[in-house]
């Protein structure tokens, strides 16, 4: 027993002995390779980053040198190689490091234009190990104003009365102070909070309008430089508070705006609404519903009201909404009625008399809507617009808008530019003499450019004793006028021989389609004086009694050499001389385009008169495509829409085609397009 017991320990002793041994052999090793001069040289750190730099700064980097070995080593030589925005410093010359001995480098970084650049520090010793070691420096410059601020927290959520710290940065300047404010006042105040210098922000007593704040950081070096954060104000424990949004709206008669109401301090978030202090509101001040929409009255005879939503849960908790009530016509609209007043301000609800008076108070982009009714007045319009922003009148009901001449020269005068006159009914059955065909009276007569003459009805002109010139005269230089869609029959003619009435007499240059023109006197569309550059297409002309459908031609005043027409895709029927008449002064060009044209039962198809007397050819000029046929209107005489199987349907060149008819039906209706101001709609 007590040989087992010794005989472990003995053991476990002799295993220590020999483990000790190995330790020392080890020590002596490393002792001798350190007496056999194999210093250990350790450079840190391995690579020098600058990273990015604003142009024309210094910035210091420290290199190390230290001896880890066990005798002295001698630093012979360092050098800096590479861009020479960087500079060393330090380094006076060879120098001994005895062991744990060390020597710090300075590498200065200044760059000079934006970029990378990057060099090599290189260390030369008298280790017979790594005797030359390489450490890799690397920058990149960039421009100045890199100044930016941060704020933390972005967003916060606060009750009233206590804070939040906010903590801002600011990089790019060596100056990082800041300037505090709250809403855009400095340091804030008792309705929106505070905050102090330090950035700690303290919520008002109570909740501020719109239930929210916004505190910003402002760099006090520039102070376009900051950053905002959001701050939601809540009541204080206990309390009810209400927030309308938004807290104030301009509402046109008759429109609507959407509110909404948060409920702070309790779980019935339900308010009840109010105009001026009448649940639900009434006619007068306008009505609210349940959800929040506010309907403003049509003509209110308020122009300032309050909408409140109050707490059902808390009657003591509301918030106002204040409203502008708008008269309808404001903001360029503006409105005239048969029982309106020219003292009036021109609305919906004051609408002004007389198309004359609101004549006279518009601008570019203005449009005067005249409610239906009879006006016995004429019209001058000499107001211009502009290519974006027109002047417009229109009947605010198509041909509702009626307007009686009572035997004056002109009912409507135009010399604006860019004016619109759209879907009024025009009449004048006076019965007073008033000149020849080319001086009588004219139903609208235009001199402005850029003018649009459309869905009107112009009818019953001139009577037995009183000879009108034309429905729609475009004067000499009236360039680039658009007459389309109108309705004109019922001319008077034929008085003391004249001939008179032309539906549509063109001086100038200009757009004429979709027209339907029946049942006048002399020429239903005709051109002369500086006529050119026209085009005339997709027209339904009927019954002229005296002369032809449609005449081409230039002379006399204003006319220009080589005039060019473009006639095509018309339905020119029952007139008693001719379809198509061409009879000019001066040549026609002959690139003018005379084609599918559907020419029905005239006194002739074509005839021609002055320069192209006899024939077309005798101007150079020929014709293509003219369709022959009955065009079968639904009603001859009173209604010109095509019935199946007309020879206009499908038959129109399609280069030149309205993408409407004079019904405002799409075109084509079929594979096709077709001739004349209607498309047959297919079932």
Known sequence: MKLRSYRVPILATLATLLSFGSILGCQGVSSAQAAGGTPMVAITPAAVSFGNQVLNTTTPKTVTVVNRGMTAVVVQNVSLNGSSEFKLQNWVGTTSLAPGGKLQLTVNFTPTSAGSSSASLTIQTDASSDPTQAVTVSGAGETQDNESVTISPANATVQANLSQQFTASVKGTSNTAVIWLVNGVAGGDGTLGTVSSGGLYTAPQNVPTGGSVHVTAQSAADSTKSAQASVTILPAAGKVTVTVSPVSANVTGGGTQQFTATVAGTSNTTVNWSVNGVLGGNDAVGTISTSGLYTAPSCSSQSNVTVTGTSQYDSDASANAAVTVSARGSNGNYYVATTGSDNNDGSACRPWATINHAASKVGPGSTVYVEPGTYNQTV????????????????????????????????????????????????DLGTESAGGCDSGPVAIINYGTNVEIAHNRLHDLGSSSRCFSAAIDSVTGSTSTNIYANMIYNLAYDINDQHCCYGIYLQSTGRVYNNLIYHGATYGITSWHGANNLYIYNNTVDDMQSKSCIQIGTGDSGNVPDPWYDVENNILSNCISSGLYVYTNNLISTSSIFRNNLIYKNGSDFTYGGACSPTMQACGLTVTGTVSGDPLYFSSGTDFHLQLGSPAIDAANSDLVPSTDLDGNPRPSGSGYDIGAYEYQYP
Request: glycine share 14%; proline share 2%; charged share 10%.
């Open 380 to 427: 001058s319009t000499s107001h211009s617009g502009t290519s974006g922003s027109p002047i417009t009148f229109i009947s605010e009901t198509k041909w509702d808008a009626h307007i009686d001449g009572g035997g004056a020269k002109y009912i409507w005068y135009n010399t604006g530019n860019y004016v619109h006159i759209y879907g009024f009914d025009i009449t």
